[in-house]
C-alpha cells in the first residue's frame, strides 16, 4: 500500500481546511485527458462533502505523452504567486485542448492576473523547480500515472470515479 511521502503543508494549494477529518491528494497532468475527467468528479465530490473535505492538487506532468503540461502547470505555478491558483487550475482543466503558450495568456488576462509578471515568470521558468518538486514525490509516494489520488495520505488504486472516491472518502471520515 503506497503512502504519501511528502506530507501535507504550507506549500501545497488547498481547498478546505485543515482541520477537514479527510484530505484527498490529487498528482494531475493538464494534459491528461484521464484527470480532465476526473476534474468534475472532485468537484462534485467537493460539493457533497462540505467541510469534511481537504482537497490538494499537486503538479505530475508527463512530457513524453503531454508536450503542454509541465507549461501549464508552470502557468498554475504563477498564477497562485499572484494568488490565484486555483482559478487557473479550473481554467486549464475547463479549456483542456487549447493550453499552448498563447492560451495561458489568454487565461492570465481573463483572470486578471499581471500580464507582464506572468509572462515573464512563465518565460524564464521561474515556477519549474517548484513543478519538478512536486512531480519527484509524486515519483516517491509510488505515483506511476495520473491521476492518482491519496486519500489521509494512502494511495487510493481503485477508480477514480465519484462512486469508489465518495465510498472510500466516507470511510475514511467515519474512522476520523
Known amino acids: 500500500m503506497a503512502k504519501l511521502t511528502l506530507p501535507v503543508g504550507d506549500r501545497d494549494h488547498a481547498q478546505g481546511t485543515a482541520s477537514a477529518p479527510v484530505t484527498l491528494v490529487e498528482y494531475g497532468d493538464y494534459e491528461c485527458s484521464h484527470c480532465g475527467a476526473a476534474y468534475p468528479v472532485v468537484k462534485k465530490l467537493q460539493e457533497k462533502l462540505g467541510a469534511k473535505l481537504r482537497f490538494i492538487f499537486r503538479n505530475f506532468p508527463l512530457n513524453s505523452m503531454h508536450p503542454h503540461a509541465e507549461h501549464a502547470a508552470e502557468a498554475a505555478e504563477a498564477a497562485a ?35 507582464a509578471r506572468f509572462k515573464k515568470e512563465l518565460q524564464s521558468q521561474t515556477f519549474l523547480p517548484r513543478v519538478k518538486e512536486d512531480f519527484q514525490s509524486g515519483v516517491r509516494s509510488g505515483v506511476n500515472g495520473t491521476p492518482t489520488f491519496f486519500i489521509n495520505g494512502v494511495r487510493h488504486d481503485r477508480a477514480p470515479s465519484y462512486d469508489d472516491l465518495m465510498t472510500a472518502l466516507q470511510a475514511a471520515i467515519d474512522k476520523a
Open 81 to 115: 504567486a499572484q494568488k490565484k491558483f486555483w482559478e487557473m487550475h479550473d481554467w486549464i482543466f475547463e479549456h483542456q485542448d487549447t493550453i499552448e503558450d498563447q492560451d495561458l495568456m489568454v487565461a492570465g488576462h481573463s483572470l486578471a492576473l499581471d500580464l
